[in-house]
């Protein structure tokens, strides 16, 4: 495992570890190793935490980093900590934790924004469980053994369509519903990171508002028009049928949100039909579940599917969300670390 390898990984969690230790479990906390003794206060509030606990000066251990952030062990078996600046993935973490955990994607255990920021970004801290052999989950990879060959390239080769088959229908409801729901962020100006309640609300950042103070009488605009297009397109899902089901000039007159619909009917198709692959029968199952809830999971490809601890295939990254049920109208209340 790399040590020390992301310096704002290291720097950023040590502005938090006093915040992280008051809040969560000790088995919680990333697996580090040490430089140099420094004072670090556990606890933010001194009438319960009087003294001050020398820790060592924390570098910790890496599982892997991407464009927006870090996957680092924990203490606690099969349980990750990861660091984040995406704001469409922390999003979604706190939409999943408002509903019934399901198999075929990682499971979210928490998440807290920091008030940190990192290239202009809000930094969020999230745990879930650990996944394995990230883009190695093929079958002929995990089956080595299978003796009928074809059989193996068969099922690597169907899982690999219905992939970029789902990938494709969910373009075509991310290309239509993103642009519009920006629209709506923007003009409707919504708290930002720093509000005064210490809960993150959304993506849009207060630098792009006149003044606080429009962002607190802007926010009801947000809510109500974010739930007018998202019954909208819950309503064209409803009404939609596969595209498996139409003719050819049906779906080329297709335009707007029944062509949202139909997308987002087929891409239900697709998933159901992933339960028959052997490789991919949990993803399918997962897919499914957060379409049946209102969230599309618009980017699932190979590289971001990987091995539970049981050598099941799951998502181990939700790529960008898009909400179309009218549930999901108001942006996701993140809560505060406290005292950051």
């Not at 919680?28 to 420094?38: A, F, G, M, N, Q």
């Not at 998440?111 to 930094?123: A, F, K, V």
């Not at 709506?184 to 849009?204: E, F, H, M, Y």
């Not at 139909?262 to 949990?282: F, G, K």
Request: charged share 25%.
């Amino acid at each position: 495992m790399s040590l020390g390898s992301t310096p704002w990984v290291d720097r950023n969690y040590r502005e938090m570890l006093h915040a992280l230790a008051d809040k969560v479990p000790q088995s919680w906390l990333p697996r580090t190793i040490s430089e140099k003794t420094e004072e670090y206060t556990v606890g933010f509030d001194p009438t319960r935490h009087s003294k001050t606990t020398k820790f060592k000066k924390p570098v910790v251990e890496e599982l892997g980093c991407g464009h927006y952030g870090c996957v680092m062990p924990t203490h606690e078996p099969d349980l990750v900590f990861k660091i984040t600046t995406d704001v469409s993935e922390a999003a979604f973490v706190a939409r999943a934790l408002e509903l019934e955990s399901t198999a075929g994607i990682v499971e979210y255990k928490a998440i807290y924004s920091t008030g940190l920021q990192h290239n202009g970004r809000p930094l969020f801290v999230l745990w879930r469980t650990e996944a394995f052999s990230v883009g190695e989950w093929q079958y002929s990879r995990t089956h080595p053994a299978e003796p009928n060959k074809d059989y193996a390239r068969r099922i690597d080769h169907d899982a690999s369509k219905d992939l970029a088959a789902f990938l494709s229908w969910a373009k075509i409801v991310r290309a239509y519903m993103h642009p519009r729901l920006r629209e709506i962020q923007t003009k409707n100006a919504s708290i930002g990171p720093s509000s005064d309640d210490g809960v993150w609300r959304s993506p849009l950042s207060l630098k792009r508002l006149a003044n606080k103070q429009a962002a607190l009488t802007g926010s009801a605009g947000v809510v109500e028009e974010r739930r007018a297009l998202l019954k909208s397109a819950w309503s064209a899902y409803e009404r939609g049928e596969a595209a498996q089901d139409m003719s050819l000039g049906q779906l080329r007159a297709l335009k707007g949100m029944p062509k949202v619909g139909v997308a987002l009917r087929t891409c239900l198709y697709i998933a159901q039909e992933m339960s028959s692959n052997p490789s991919l029968y949990r993803v399918g199952e997962a897919l499914a579940h957060y379409l049946e809830n209102g969230i599309l999971l618009a980017d699932v490809h190979s590289n971001n599917l990987g091995l539970d601890s049981e050598g099941e295939v799951l998502i181990t990254d939700p790529g960008h969300a898009v909400e179309f049920h009218a549930r999901w109208a108001d942006t996701p209340k993140i809560e505060r670390l406290p005292g950051m």
